[in-house]
């Protein structure tokens, strides 16, 4: 079975608004299965490519294709599908924490529901919530913590069958503890998916197929976690701090 989820940007460039140039020329291909990683420091473009795979923005210039087909000519609906994504801001709706794991997946049962929170080590607060999986959470989660809202979505990305997968900073509200005791359940949502990942902590990064350094929204070097550390370059720098 060939498994899906080949993104590929080519010569893509971007701004948010006219004049100011965010992205340049970025050309990146993911094979299906792989995990790409994106580091450099704070305004360096990483959120806005995975914002354009998403189509949240329209690009100016260059493609993307997922899969061979321009994104241009994905429906929104069947890209939603398509990828799965655990932000750092988090989405979740008003409704029950069953609703909100669910979500795209309509068919899933109550039993994949909880094997999807046991994944994102989020079973034992729900537990411990009022109506557990029956709670209504208020807009966009106010009553649950920053790091809990962030469990849930990793427990709606577990529960997706998107062959791509976007995590930007997706552990960044959780506490250590939890995040180390996590960090099985976050191998098992990587499994046989293409994944974007954005972390500042650089452990998190180590074991991607392929590290791309961005710097003021051009891509100044890529390779593997050796490749990187033999080079000497930006990525040495940033991870011997
Ligand atoms: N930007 C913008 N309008 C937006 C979002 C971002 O003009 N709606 C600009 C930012 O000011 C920044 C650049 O786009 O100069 C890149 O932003 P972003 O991709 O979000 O940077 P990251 O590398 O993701 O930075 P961080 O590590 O802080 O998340
Ligand atoms: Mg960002």
Redesign the pocket.
């Known amino acids: 079975r060939r498994i899906k989820g080949e993104v590929v940007l080519k010569d893509v460039t971007f ?3 006219p004049g ?1 140039t ?1 992205l340049k020329r970025i050309n990146v291909t993911a094979k299906p299965g792989q995990k790409i990683a ?1 580091v ?10 995975t ?1 354009l795979i998403n189509r949240f923005y329209e690009i100016e210039e260059g493609e993307i294709y997922i899969d061979g087909i321009n994104i241009r000519r994905i429906k929104k609906d069947s890209l939603r599908s398509n990828i799965a994504m655990v932000l ?1 801001d988090t989405h979740l709706f008003s409704g029950t924490v069953r609703e909100n794991i669910r979500y795209g997946r309509l068919d899933a049962t109550d039993e994949e529901v909880v094997a999807a929170a046991k994944i994102a080590c989020a079973h034992s607060f729900i537990e411990r919530l009022p109506e557990g999986y029956d709670t209504v959470l208020e807009g966009d989660g106010a009553n649950l913590s920053q790091g809990e809202r962030q469990l849930l979505n990793i427990a709606r990305a577990a529960i997706s069958k998107a062959p791509i997968l976007i995590l ?2 997706a552990t960044s509200s959780v506490d250590t503890r939890t995040e180390k005791y996590i960090e099985r359940g976050m191998d098992r949502l990587m499994k046989n998916r293409t994944t974007f990942v ?1 972390a ?1 902590r650089l452990s998190t990064v180590r074991n991607a197929d392929l590290i791309i350094v ?1 710097e003021h ?1 051009e891509i100044i070097e890529q390779g593997t976690h050796e490749e990187l550390l033999d080079l000497g370059g930006r990525y040495y720098q940033l991870y011997t701090g």
């Open positions: 701004g948010y608004v100011k965010v994106f450099g420091s704070t305004g360096a473009g990483k959120t806005t490519i914002n750092q930007d900073e954005i500042h961005l929204g």
